[in-house]
């Protein structure tokens, strides 16, 4: 059997932990499988990479930032091909420059597009264990690239899927997935199961336990995911197609403090300016999220939308350089706002869900200031203060703690 095992950053924080992932990666070895093992940066090294070059310079180029970034990935890869060694099993571990992972070139949120499986392949014929940096690529300069934070998910995904693996597990600090985060809602249960949609729209509006991407790439190539500890040895949640159980009304609760709204007042209300706002954004390679026009009045409209909050900035500086073309008057930037979402697949057929979230949030006085909604999810953005009350109070009202 082939099994790739993806361990995030506090599960290989310390020497403690390194050797606990290294001897948990040998027992699936010498039980005779081909082990494939991808690793994030050790505990918060990433953040405080990223605070270096801050401190250096406040701007730094996404390049030089990348640059940067992969030595994280880079010295817990080799640092755990040392212990497995200490432990007497061989191992060797590889960079994304080693394996080959291509991706496209826009650094700090590159896509994988092929992954060479020579390298690894070679190395696992001879028994090694193959310890691999996640996160990280090249692209077509020869750069390197990273895949947007929490990415080891989504390098971990694409090799199983490129290897056709027989399993893969992503190990985290809790033992899956959960109906809402649990540090933020102390009342979330643990799910067994959960589709890939679901779980795509959760990752997607802020459950940080899977980047989104690694969800959609398992939908895509079929890969069955397992969420679980790398502390306990809890079974952890299966992510896969169709759940055996009944599909849920709600099946979980998403929050995202990171989102911000900018606003454009004073468009011109005539066709196309929808159009050129966000295909200026689209060619910076700012990603929108929720938009919001209203009503056209004196021949002039409004457009809100909202970005994550490493673009903000890059959505703003857009827009200022295309005042001219674009024709606003102002442009206003909330910075202390967060989405809450529900999601779950048996919204679908089944009205109301969204009142009920809704009146949710009356009661507890809570202002909606964006809502949007798909088949399986109704997102709302409010103020960031409010954001922990609502989650509870959502997760409470829709009964998902039961
Ligand atoms: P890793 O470093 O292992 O990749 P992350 O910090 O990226 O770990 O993801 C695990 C964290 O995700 C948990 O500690 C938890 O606080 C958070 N989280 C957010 N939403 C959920 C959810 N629905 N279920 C479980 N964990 C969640
Ligand atoms: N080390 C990277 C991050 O902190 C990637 C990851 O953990 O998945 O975002
Ligand atoms: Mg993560």
């Known amino acids: 059997m082939l099994v790739v095992k993806k361990f995030g950053g506090t599960s290989v924080a310390n020497k403690e932990r390194i050797y606990n992932v290294a001897r948990r990666c040998i027992e699936d070895y010498n039980a005779g499988n081909d082990v494939v093992v991808i690793l994030s940066a050790m505990g918060k090294m990433t953040d405080e990479l990223i605070e270096k070059a801050k401190d250096i310079n406040p701007n730094p180029s996404r390049r030089e930032l990348d640059m940067l970034l992969t030595v994280g990935e880079q ?58 940096t996640g996160f990280q690529g090249v692209n077509k300069y020869d750069d390197y690239t990273t895949l947007g934070r929490g990415g080891s998910d989504t390098t971990a995904v694409a090799i199983a899927a490129a290897l056709r693996a027989d399993k893969c597990e992503i190990y985290t600090d809790v033992d899956g997935v959960y109906t809402a985060d649990p540090r933020i809602v102390k009342k979330a249960r643990k799910l067994n199961e959960i589709t890939y949609d679901e779980m795509l729209d959760l990752a997607t509006l802020g459950a940080g ?77 700012v990603n929108v999220d929720m938009i919001l026009q209203s009503v056209g009045r004196d021949n002039t409209k409004d457009i809100s939308f909202t970005v994550d909050g490493n673009f903000g900035e890059d959505a703003l500086k857009v827009l200022e350089e295309n005042q001219a073309r674009l024709k606003y ?42 809502i949007s909604t798909s088949e399986i999810r109704v997102t709302v953005l409010i103020d960031v203060n409010d954001a922990e009350k609502a989650a509870n109070a959502i997760h409470d009202i829709f009964g998902l703690d039961e």
Do not use: W
């Open 75 to 132: 010295t817990s890869v080799s640092l755990m091909a040392m212990a497995m060694a200490n432990l007497g099993v061989p191992a060797i571990s590889l960079n994304a420059f080693q394996v080959s992972m291509h991706t496209t070139s826009n650094y700090g949120n590159a896509r994988l597009k092929r992954i060479d499986t020579e390298r690894i392949s070679h190395e696992l014929e001879s028994r090694k264990i193959v310890i691999i």
């Open 209 to 285: 336990v899977l980047h989104n991407r690694s969800v959609e790439m398992a939908k895509k190539y079929g890969v069955t995911l397992v969420v679980r500890s790398s502390l306990t040895n809890e079974e952890g949640t299966i992510v896969k197609e169709d759940v055996k159980v009944e599909k849920m009304l709600v099946s979980g609760v998403a929050v995202d403090k990171s989102a911000e709204r900018i606003s454009i007042i004073g468009l011109e209300d005539k066709p196309g300016t929808a159009f050129r706002v966000f295909d200026a954004l689209a060619k910076a390679n």
């Open 329 to 370: 008057q102002n442009i206003e930037m909330e910075k202390n706002v967060a989405k809450v979402s529900i999601v779950g697949a048996g919204m679908m057929s089944n009205p109301g869900v969204a009142a009920k979230m809704f009146e949710c949030l009356y009661n507890e006085h809570i202002n909606i200031k964006m």
